[in-house]
């Protein structure tokens, strides 16, 4: 049966500590539902009530744009390992973008990854388990080296190009606001 707090408890902070990957859903009015896997040591809970992740450069940029239309956020995280559970929060996140005057602060408390393209910023206002027993075991080989190496390869210059290119609209043709960071 599912239960719900008003915020992370110790115990949801190392769940989320010990996972993986997480995935971030977020929509739009009239916009695709976003659902996106997110890995990396990208994320960071800085209380009970309130997270970070680092979001790097992809192939998409839906979550920039969907925010300033639907401030709206959940992030999942799911067990694979022999504890069946799933954590979802549940919140509201605005995105930062290297320009603005919050993203050194935040950027600190995240490690350095190559492509770094925004900060979310999540005020958590629900948190929900549920028992995650019908979620298959697995295990976690490594990280990929795919998207860091990449990111190196194409260096600043080329990242840059990539967003202006390729990141400045969402799939539904919505701004996602990259040029802030051009």
């Not at 970070?52 to 067990?79: F, K, Q, Y």
Request: aromatic share 8%.
């Amino acid at each position: 049966m599912a239960k719900q707090f008003k915020g992370f408890d110790d115990d949801h902070q190392a769940f989320i500590a010990a996972q993986a990957v997480y995935f971030v859903a977020t929509s739009a009015p009239g916009a695709r539902i976003n659902l996106s896997p997110k890995g990396m040591d990208s994320l960071r809970v800085l209380g009970p009530k309130r997270l970070i992740w680092l979001n790097v450069t992809g192939s998409g940029n839906e979550t920039a744009a969907h925010l300033p239309l639907d401030a709206r956020m959940t992030v999942m995280w799911c067990s694979f390992d022999l504890r069946p559970l799933i954590l979802r929060a549940y919140g509201t996140a605005r995105c930062l973008h290297r320009s603005d005057a919050d993203w050194a602060g935040l950027a600190e408390l995240l490690p350095a990854l190559p492509g770094a393209r925004q900060i979310y910023d999540m005020t958590v206002d629900l948190v929900q388990t549920s028992c995650g027993y019908a979620v298959p075991r697995m295990e976690a080989a490594a990280e990929r080296p795919t998207l860091r190496t990449w990111a190196e390869d194409k260096g600043e210059a080329g990242i840059a190009a990539y967003w202006d290119t390729r990141n400045r609209q969402s799939i539904d043709g919505l701004p996602t606001g990259i040029e802030a960071n051009l």
